[in-house]
Each structure stands twice: as C-alpha cells, then as structure tokens.
C-alpha cells in the first residue's frame, strides 16, 4: 500500500533539506520512494509544496487532491492551504509559525484568525509546534525545517536511528550538531 | 547500484556513462540542474554558453569534431536555438550529439506553455521522452547511440516534473571509445543549396528507417512499451503521463508506452488499438499523439475529453475514465495567495521604487525582476522574452517618440548577455533615445545562481574572462553610461531621471550582487523603534517581505532582514535603526 506525504511551506524555509531527509529515511528502510520538487520562481518566498511517495512500487510522483496521508505544514496558512489535498481520515503535522504573504503587507488581504482551529473544526487531526522556538534553542533558527522533520519523524512507524542516518546523509558536517539538536527538540515534542 | 536520483541528475549520470565529453548549456528552469551536475563530472569539457544557440553550435562543432555531446534547455530556448538545430538535423553528425530541452506544463517558472514535441515533427530530428529517473538515464544513453546510428542530432523531451522528481535509478561506470576521428566532408557539412537539396532527401528516408526502428527494435529494446492487462481501457501515452495512468487505471487499462515520440510507430499503435475495446491518447499539452493516431485513422479519445491546459494528474485521469471524484476536506478559512516575490534584501527593489517614483513606462524582461510587476512596485508594462525588454523599448521609442523621456528597459547582467546586446546596437545604430537599465546582480539569479560572461568565473567557479558592461555598451555606440547602486535610493532615482533628461541613448547599470549570494556579507537585520513609529507606512511602500505590520507598528523579521538599509531611507523618523 502506497503512502503519500506532502511538505508544504514558504519559498526559503528549507522544505527541500526536509524533502530530502525524508526521502532518504525512506530509502534506508527498503521502500520505493518518489519525490517531486518544484525549483526556480517558487523560491521567491512563494508557496512551496514538496511530494513524498513510498511503497512497494510507486508510480506517479505527484499528490492529488484527497491523496496525501500525511502533510507536514512549515507555516499555519500553508496547512489550510493545501488541507484539500489531506486524505479523509489523514493527519497534520503544522508549525504554528505565521508568515504574511505580500497580500497581507501591502493590506490588500488579512491573514485570517484561527486556522488551526478551523481545520480542527473540519474534522482533521492536526498536531502543532512551533519550530522556530525550537529551533533557536538548538541553536539556529533555520533549524526549523529540521525540528520539524523531526516531530512528524515520531509519527511515523520508521525508527529512529534511520532518521539519524538520513540526516546526517543530508546534512553538512558543520551544521550537524545543531540540526541533531534540532531533530530531537522537534521528535520530543 | 540504486541511487535515488533527480530526474536532471540522472540525465547527467546517463550523458556520463555513455562518454560524453563536451557540454553547453544556457541555464533555464527545469533544466538547469543536468548541466549543474555535469560540470562536477572532469571528464567533461562543460560550459555555461552565453544563449541556447551559442550551446547548440558549440554541441554540434564538438559532435562534428567527434566528441560526444550535449546541449541543454528550457523550452522557450530551443526557440532561440531553433536555427541550428533545423539544419543539424540535415548535416548530422560524426559522435553523438544530444539536444536536451525541458518543457513546463503548468508553468510553474515560465512565460508560455510551448509543446516543444512540435520542433521534433517540424525539424524532422528523432525525440525520446522518459517517465522517471530510471529512463532518464537509459535513454540519454540510448540517444548517443541513435544519435550515431542514424547520423543525426537526438532529442530528449523532460517536462518539470521528471525534471525535479526523485526516484531510483541503476548507476553504473563511464565507457569512453575517445575522439571519433574527423573526416573533411563538405557534401555533409557545408549546408550550401546544392549541398543541402541532396541531404534532404537523406533526411527523408532517414524518417522512415527511424519509423520501422519504432515499430519493432524501440520495443525490444524497452524505448516504445506494451503491456497488456484488462483490454477493456487502452492508453496511449508518454513521459510523466504515463505514471499518472499507471497510478490511477493500475491493471484495469492495457498501456502503449511511447519512450520516442518522433517518429511516431504506425502499425505499433493500430495494433494496440485492435486490441483494445476504447483508447485514450494521454498526453499533457498538445493533441500532438492524438493527431498522429487520427491520420492513420484509428478511433482514439484525446482532447475532447482532456484539456491542452497545465499538467495531467492522476487524479484527472481517474475522473474522466473512471467518473471518480476525489474525497477531500476544506477548511473555513479565507485564505490570501502567496505569489513569490523579491527576497529581502534584492537589490532590485530599490530600483524599481525610484521607477516608481519617476513614474516611467517599464519594458520588462526575464529573470528575478520579472516579479518587479507585483504589488506594492507594479512597475512592469510588458514581458515577452529574453531580451525583449531593450528591443522592445527601441519599438515603443519609435512608434512614440515623445514619451521616449518617459520610458526605460530593465534587463538582467546575464538576460543582457544572452539576446539584450543586438537590441541595443539596435537602439544605437538605428537611434532611439532609449534608456536601457541593466540590473547587474553578478550572477544569474533565478535559475538559482549561474555563472555567467559578466561575472568574471566559469560553471566551476573557476576564475574566467569577464565582459565588462560598461565597456561593451560604450564599444556599440552608446555614449552616455552610469554605475549606480540601487541599495542608494537618491543616487539611483536622479541618475535615471538624469538619463531620460539627455535626448539620446544611454545606459544605466544598476550594479550590487544578489543577496542570496554566499560570498555577499550582510549587515545584521534591522529594528524598528515603537516609540518612534508613527505607523506612516512608508516602509510599506517597496515591499520587503520582512517588514510587516503587528499592532498597528511596523515589524522586522530577523530571520529574514538582510540589513540592505533601503527601508530605513524611506523612514522620515528615524525608527529603523541597527
């Protein structure tokens, strides 16, 4: 049975190191795996949507609306986002970071009150934090990504030591120490 | 052995294995990483050419000379290389020689949604098409070895999707034969009338061995595929399309794989369709398959039921074929877009605020200040290509000379290099009083930073000639041209006016490196003092993605605040501070 699992954030918050661990962990343990990225204008501080599929032989590397199992939102509004793309009866794992789109700067829009309980309202289960705390604790807030890899890392059934050889695949020697840290600020969670 | 492999790094892989020894590329998003990668390979002589043209000529010398070779980029470039690569295609070669280009269906980085499968059928040069990493790398292989075989230029079509999807493929080592020796043969090479009349009709026949290859070999060597499962549903299809069938149909559909999509097989494709109780052609943009299959007269489903629109997906296909509608859940949450814009710090914001503020017309071009046309700056009237903008403005000073005091071009280092040099010998020989800005940011910025002919290195960083803007604009007849830095509002915003103010052509060149760049060093991020804030908003004014407003003051995010100290010109009382 294939699994699919979405990252979704801001253009700069380092989605693709998150996509790229996630990927790897998957590897090691012996899964098929996809994984789709979008380069180029969706840096630009835009929305950023990152497609992770594994199972015994996965076929597209895309995820549909109503496909994903799990998504792993870097920031509250991207969660509402791209929550039509949550399957019935799947989970959120959402930092509670807030990021204005420009929309928001300039006032042409609001950024709306209560996401997170909106999308409780809806029925779905979604578990929080906020990374970026944790990630200045660790030691350097662009850590985020990593304290969150690491919280939705708990959710899943891939033990823990994987997720360790998959970050430090991923990961430069320098910054390792600190986004160990990271991990497990955000597996502790 | 298996690694998990962007679908550009596998192509690069492939290019590698197969021996290939020469590479020139233009960057252009989604392609850029193959050539990013082959230049970590020391085999190979690799390049970042100035355009697509330039990197398809260099390609084809090297083939001639007899090196395997590549060139590769995003669709709209095979139009700037469309010249070559036409007449390649009745040359052909000596090594092999494979021309890469990426579409963007969907464009999720681009100005038009062109189905480059058209350039193969009109320059008559044999296309193949891979699904996933695996085939990314067996086919760029596979494209030397037709490539030699039939004596002409290959094609290789990637869209966005194989392009930066990751999935495994086998790796395994390089095979080098070395330099084919080259033979003088101008019958072949020198494409003169008489010369070329004789080799159209090798490209004729060179059709149709290719078309008998696709019906049989290309299926025993795993390029065309079938698979028979339930022959109630048959699909025909390529590329990353084919993934979205098999993931929606499974064993419920029968597939026709086509791995080359130029020349199309005859029988291979009526054979499938007897087969099969109903067909549908599954492809993203064009009804390119579907038009093919019509004139050989079978019954297909294709557009009528689809769309020429964006990307196919799993999803579309289970809902036209199956009547199945996805399940999903919504939220009651109003939800803004979130458009990228210019990063924090961009030294083109500071440029377009003083066009704003001199409220000029803005031929606009291609490259990270494209987003120069979102809100709050709104300061770009038109964007048709690669050097457009400069060529463009020539035409709007022409046609309306009177407002040429009102008008500028805003045009990158790197776009400028590409196609925006001939648009201003253009302006200086045929004398307009164009005011061209060239946004000079040391790097080619949006494909995710590029080396380039103004930046004084190489693809490997390694120290290279550079052209110096301001000489080469003097050396083409431009007389009047400036140095600003566009983190100095006031220096940038009276030396434009200053140059539209002059009744002749001139030059402005907007010049500090891209921020996201490792060797800039930034200044720490910026406060704003409460006390101070009289909550004016004019800090609001350039759009800076870190400042924002929280109750009822302005805010700096430091984790994005690059210290560029734009914003605090724009505040009258002194509440920006270190």
Redesign the interface.
């Given at each position: 049975m294939n699994k699919s699992i979405m990252i979704v954030g801001v253009g700069g918050q380092g989605t693709l190191l998150s996509s790229r661990i996630l990927g790897t962990a998957l590897l090691l343990k012996g899964y098929d795996v996809k994984v789709s990225e979008v380069h180029g204008m969706s840096q630009r501080g835009g929305s950023v949507v990152t497609y992770v599929k594994y199972g015994d032989k996965v076929h597209s590397p895309v995820v549909g609306i109503g496909e994903a199992d799990i998504i792993l939102a870097f920031e509250q509004l991207e969660a509402a986002r791209w929550l039509n793309h949550l399957k019935i009866g799947g989970k959120i794992v959402a930092n509670t970071q807030k990021i204005d789109p420009m929309s928001v700067v300039i006032g042409d829009a609001e950024y709306p009150e209560g996401v997170i309980e909106s999308i409780k309202n809806a029925g779905v289960e979604i578990y929080t934090l906020d990374a970026l705390v944790k990630a200045v604790e660790a030691g350097n807030p662009k850590s985020a990504n990593v304290v969150l890899i690491g919280a939705m890392a708990k959710t899943t059934d891939i033990e823990k030591d994987i997720w360790l050889d998959a970050l430090k695949q991923n990961v430069p020697e320098k910054f390792l120490d600190v986004n160990l840290k990271a991990f497990e600020l955000g597996y502790n969670s | 052995m298996k690694k998990?492999l962007?679908g550009n790094e596998a192509v690069a892989r492939g290019l590698y294995e197969a021996g290939c020894r020469v590479a020139s590329s233009y960057p252009g998003?989604?392609s850029?990483?193959i050539t990013e990668f082959i230049a970590t390979y020391d085999e190979i002589k690799s390049e970042w050419a100035p355009n697509e043209k330039v990197a398809c000529e260099v390609a084809f010398g090297a083939a001639v000379a007899g090196a395997r070779s590549f060139c590769a980029m995003k669709h709209v470039g095979l139009n700037v290389a469309a010249d070559p690569l036409f007449t390649s295609s009745y040359t052909g070669v000596n090594a092999g020689m494979v021309i890469i280009v990426a579409d963007d269906p969907g464009m999720?980085?681009s100005q038009n949604e062109q189905d480059s499968r058209h350039y193969a059928k009109g320059s008559k040069i044999m296309m193949l098409e891979p699904s996933?990493s695996q085939e990314c790398l067996e086919f760029s292989k596979m494209a030397f070895t037709l490539s030699e075989r039939f004596d002409t230029p290959v094609l290789l079509r990637l869209t966005?999707?194989v392009s930066?999807?990751?999935?495994?493929a086998e790796v395994s080592e390089r095979v080098d034969n070395g330099l084919k020796p080259y033979v003088k043969n101008p019958q072949k090479y020198v494409m003169v009338p008489a010369n070329a009349k004789l080799k159209h009709v090798e490209v004729e026949k060179r059709i149709l061995e290719q078309t008998e290859f696709c019906e049989k070999e290309a299926v025993e060597l795993g390029l065309n595929t079938v698979e028979y499962n339930s022959k109630k549903i048959g699909v025909i299809t390529s590329g990353?399309t084919y993934?979205?069938a098999?993931?929606a149909l499974g064993d419920n559909a029968s597939y026709l794989k086509l791995g080359c999509v130029y020349p199309l097989p005859e029988k291979l494709i009526k054979d499938f369709c007897n087969e099969c109780e109903t067909v549908y052609v599954l492809e993203e943009l064009d009804d390119y398959i579907e038009t093919h299959c019509k004139k050989i007269g079978v019954n297909v489903i294709g557009k009528e039921a689809f769309t020429l629109l964006g990307?196919y997906?799993?999803?579309l296909i289970k809902k036209v074929v199956l009547k199945e509608d996805?399940?999903?859940?919504?939220?009651?949450?109003?939800?803004?877009?979130?458009?990228?814009?210019?990063?924090a710090g961009c030294p083109h914001r500071g440029l377009f605020y003083a066009l704003k503020r001199l409220n000029v017309t803005v031929s606009g071009d291609i490259g990270?200040y494209t987003?120069g046309v979102?809100?709050?700056l709104g300061m770009m009237d038109t964007v048709l290509c690669m050097g457009g903008s400069v060529s463009g403005l020539h035409g709007r000073n022409l046609a309306d000379p009177e407002n040429a005091n009102r008008s500028v071009a805003v045009i990158g280092d790197s776009t400028f290099i590409h196609s925006g040099i001939t648009g201003l010998i253009d302006i200086a020989y045929n004398n307009t009083n164009s005011v061209t800005i060239i946004l000079d940011n040391s790097i080619t910025g949006?494909?995710?930073h590029q080396q380039n002919p103004t930046t004084g290195k190489n693809i490997k960083g390694d120290p290279a000639t550079a052209v110096s803007l301001e000489k080469l604009c003097e050396a083409v007849g431009i007389k009047n041209v400036f140095v600003v830095d566009p983190y100095d509002l006031k220096e940038t915003e009276d030396t434009i006016k200053n140059a539209l103010s002059l009744n002749e052509a001139a030059v402005v060149i907007s010049r500090r490196p891209c921020a996201l760049l490792k060797t800039v060093k930034h200044k720490p991020a910026l406060k704003v003092d409460k006390d101070k804030c009289k909550s004016c908003?004019a800090c609001?004014k350039i759009?800076?993605?870190a400042?924002?407003?929280k109750d009822g003051k302005a805010q700096i995010?430091f984790?994005?605040c690059l210290g560029c100290g734009v914003c605090e010109q724009l505040c009258k009382f002194d509440a920006i501070c270190e």
């Open positions: - | 998990l962007l998003t989604p850029t990483e999720h980085s996933d966005t999707r930066h999807s990751r999935s495994l990353i993934t979205y098999k993931e990307e997906s799993q999803g996805a399940k999903s859940v919504t939220a009651d949450v109003n939800i803004p877009p979130r458009p990228p814009v210019l990063c990270c987003l979102a809100k709050p949006m494909t995710g908003k609001m759009g800076c993605p400042i924002s407003m995010d984790t994005q």
